[in-house]
């Protein structure tokens, strides 16, 4: 059982991996074994990742390059076959959202997201999957959203992107699968990172909303969804393919529900 999910020899690439769930994700790549490289933009948090992954006893390779250019990701890549080897898991996390109201957002704000939350996965993906098709074995995973599911108010461009990353996941797996390259994809809900410590302060009506609607009645963690990837990393999900895996403890599958309503 424990095989299942030994990644000892495979080389993983996290996006957008300096911090919050990236970061989560990286570190439980290494604690099975994977050589785990972690992309970013700035060198402050690459320099702080490794610093995180130190204290874990845990080894790391991180660059700089623009998920978005396709020759600055070809140099990247090319850098991480040269020094640890071609990729085996691609994690693609990097995104970025901005809360604006439609009416009152910039075209080039839409396209900003889309470019990084979207377009950069097909980027990266279009560039490491030769390798992954030449050693017939192969894991894509892009993390998603709820937002894939439904909208809310402000996050126009964020949810367009995520909904538009789910199908693209499932067109990657209808290209891909044969090769014995599974694609899929995670949809955390809400999740208790450094981005949403406003939001869980008590009193925040944000909160409250999360709280009283999450079924668990609770915010996620970082390695909770870690731990999800760990498995779609694995030879555990040798057989799921073009899945979206939402770790969001029920609150997709809630309609209404309101912590401490009577129950009908």
């Known amino acids: 059982m424990i095989d299942l999910f030994n990644l000892s020899g495979k080389v993983a690439l996290v996006t957008g ?4 769930i990236g970061l989560a994700i990286g570190m439980v790549l290494a604690k099975a074994g994977a050589k785990v490289c972690v ?18 006893g845990l080894d790391v390779y991180t660059l700089k390059f623009d998920i978005t250019d396709e020759n600055d990701v070809d140099k990247g890549i090319t ?6 080897g071609s990729v085996d898991i691609l994690i693609n996390n990097a995104g970025i959202i901005k809360r604006i109201p439609i009416l009152d957002m910039p075209v080039s704000d839409f396209k900003e997201v889309i470019e990084i939350d979207l377009v950069a996965t097909f980027v990266m993906a279009k560039r490491v999957v030769p390798k992954m098709i030449e050693k017939r074995s192969g894991k894509i995973i892009n993390i998603c959203s709820m937002m894939s599911e439904y909208g809310r108010k402000s996050v126009s461009a964020y949810a367009s992107a995520k909904g538009g ?7 990657m797996c209808v290209e891909w699968a044969k090769y014995n390259i599974q694609v899929n994809g995670i949809g955390p809900g809400y999740i208790a990172t450094e981005m949403t410590g406003a939001l869980r302060e008590k009193g925040n009506p944000f ?15 970082p390695e909770d969804v870690a731990n999800a990837a760990l498995f779609l990393a694995s030879k ?21 529900y309101v912590k401490g309503e009577n129950e009908i």
């Open 207 to 221: 909160n409250d909303l999360v709280m009283s609607r999450t079924p668990a009645g609770k915010w996620g963690t």
């Open 79 to 84: 850098e991480i076959e040269r020094e640890v």
């Open 17 to 20: 991996g300096t911090q919050g």
């Open 39 to 56: 992309n970013g933009r700035n060198e402050e948090k690459l320099l702080s990742c490794r610093e995180a992954f130190r204290k874990e």
């Open 236 to 256: 555990a999900s040798d057989f799921v393919n073009g899945h979206i895996l939402y770790v969001d403890g029920g609150i997709l599958a809630n309609f209404g």
């Open 165 to 171: 990353l789910k199908l693209l996941t499932k067109n």
